[in-house]
């Protein structure tokens, strides 16, 4: 398994399934080792995530000056690469197989989920825990299916660019209200994590929601979801957790790939993927780079 840049800055020259020995064979000098393992990786992501390629040229020349003197070197395994998201594969994975890495935390994500749906892009939750400032709590993705995109949203939305969306306050709440499929992935970062705590974030977070969105609590509904947080589920770093929206408004909730509990209400699902995606979202600028992918699996898929 290689880790791979999913921002390029360019094609790959050398087929990714060429072997390292075979392809560094011919080679002395580290920077020129270093950087066409850098330009096949580069090429692979961009292949694989296509609507990542506007940052090509911002870490191209990251990279560029990073392999510029030796001294740079730190630069290059570390802050130069830290923003980017990496994916690790082996050059013939599945789709289902291919992880990609969020770079702040080290969390992985598969690039599809159950199949059919694909990562549109990733976030922090970040919370104020024992008097600590700034604690990651857990990563997120938000995965949708271009199929179900295509077919609730694909007429309305087709003459717009990717830009034109992802600065589209409509396009968000036509996403967050329509019944496509979509799920969120939390990874947890926080490894003190206890199950209690989430129950209550949830109970104050999507109860502040359903509130905005009527104008009153709705105690009844809200424990209709957090009450599936049962008090023996252990969360240890790296525990998944899934939230997924399918049709008919059913919200199915899974911890490391097994159901816990199902509720079917609309004002739900709104209220959830209104707190990763909506006006005031946990990470602004990772809704930032989930619009961007929403919108690219929808026009991709629409075309």
């Known amino acids: 398994m290689v880790a791979l840049p999913l921002y390029p800055a360019s094609p790959p020259a050398v087929p990714p399934s060429a072997?390292?020995?075979?392809?560094?064979?011919?080679?002395?000098?580290?920077?020129?080792?270093?950087?066409?393992?850098?330009?096949?990786?580069a090429g692979v992501g961009l292949r694989i995530v296509p609507h990542l390629s506007k940052h090509r040229?911002?870490?191209?020349?990251?990279?560029?000056?990073?392999?510029?003197s030796p001294k740079n070197l730190s630069c290059l395994l570390g802050t130069a690469i830290s923003p980017l998201a990496c994916l690790s594969l082996s050059a013939e994975a599945p789709p289902a197989q291919r992880l990609v890495m969020e770079p702040k935390t080290g969390m992985s994500f598969p690039l599809v989920l159950d199949e059919k749906e694909k990562l549109a892009g990733m976030g922090l939750r970040k919370k104020t825990l024992l008097g600590l400032k700034n604690v990651t709590v857990y990563a997120f993705g938000i995965y949708a299916d271009e199929g179900s995109l295509r077919e609730k949203l694909g007429s309305k939305y087709i003459r717009y660019s990717t830009t034109q969306l992802q600065q589209s306050k409509e396009f968000y709440q036509d996403i967050i209200t329509s019944d496509s499929n979509l799920t969120v992935r939390l990874v947890i970062v926080y490894g003190r994590l206890k199950i209690g705590s989430v129950r209550s974030a949830f109970e104050e977070s999507i109860g502040s929601r359903i509130k905005k969105f009527t104008g009153t609590k709705d105690d009844r509904l809200l424990q209709s979801f957090t009450s599936i947080f049962k008090d023996d589920i252990m969360l240890p770093r790296g525990t998944t957790l899934d939230i997924a929206r399918h049709p008919g408004h059913i919200l199915q909730t899974k911890i490391d790939g097994k159901e816990i509990g199902c509720v079917q209400s609309p004002l739900l699902c709104r209220a959830v993927f209104d707190l990763?995606?909506?006006?005031?979202p946990f990470d602004k600028k990772g809704r930032e780079e989930i619009g961007l992918g929403l919108a690219s699996l929808l026009l991709d898929s629409s075309s």
Request: aromatic share 12%; hydrophobic share 50%; glycine share 10%.
């Open 276 to 280: 990763y995606i909506g006006e005031e």
């Open 57 to 68: 040229s911002t870490w191209a020349a990251a990279l560029l000056e990073a392999l510029s």
């Open 19 to 41: 072997s390292s020995s075979r392809i560094f064979s011919g080679f002395h000098h580290w920077k020129t080792a270093l950087g066409i393992s850098l330009a096949m990786g």
